[in-house]
Each structure stands twice: as C-alpha cells, then as structure tokens.
C-alpha cells in the first residue's frame, strides 16, 4: 500500500482521485484548505473500506506545508 498525498481533495478532481486511489488500494492523504470537507471525503471513503486522512494544507505557505507533512515524515528513514 502506498501513501499518496493528494492537494485540493476536498472536492471536484481532487475528491474523485482520492476515491479512486483509495478503492485501488493506496492510503490517500486528502489535503485541502477546508480540512473539515477534506475530512468528509476520507470518511466516505473509510465507511466503503478503504484507507483515508485529511490535513489542512495551503501549498503555498512552506510553514503550513511542513506542519501537515511532519507526521509523515518522521517516520522516514
């Protein structure tokens, strides 16, 4: 399973891609600047089975950035 991070998935393109990705089998991270749509996204896409987070991102912010991706990259070697 990978972890793709997908920006602007609170809805439209972004949103179906999450869907999709995550009904293939990859854990889909759902960024967005409205977390909590992001966060209705995921949700959708856990109670049909599949693995799915929301952040807060604004991409062109390198502080808000750094704050939704250090869960994740902590854990790389």
Do not use: Q
Not at 1 to 22: D, F, P, R, Y
């Amino acid at each position: 399973m990978n972890n793709i991070l997908i920006t602007g998935a609170a809805s439209g393109i972004g949103a179906g891609l999450a869907v999709e990705l995550a009904r293939s089998g990859h854990h889909v991270i759902l960024s967005d600047l409205k977390r909590e749509d992001g966060e209705a996204v995921a949700a959708s896409i856990r109670t049909n089975g599949g693995s799915a987070e929301a952040v807060s991102l604004d991409v062109t912010s390198g502080e808000s950035v750094a704050t939704a991706l250090s869960p994740f990259l902590s854990s790389i070697d």
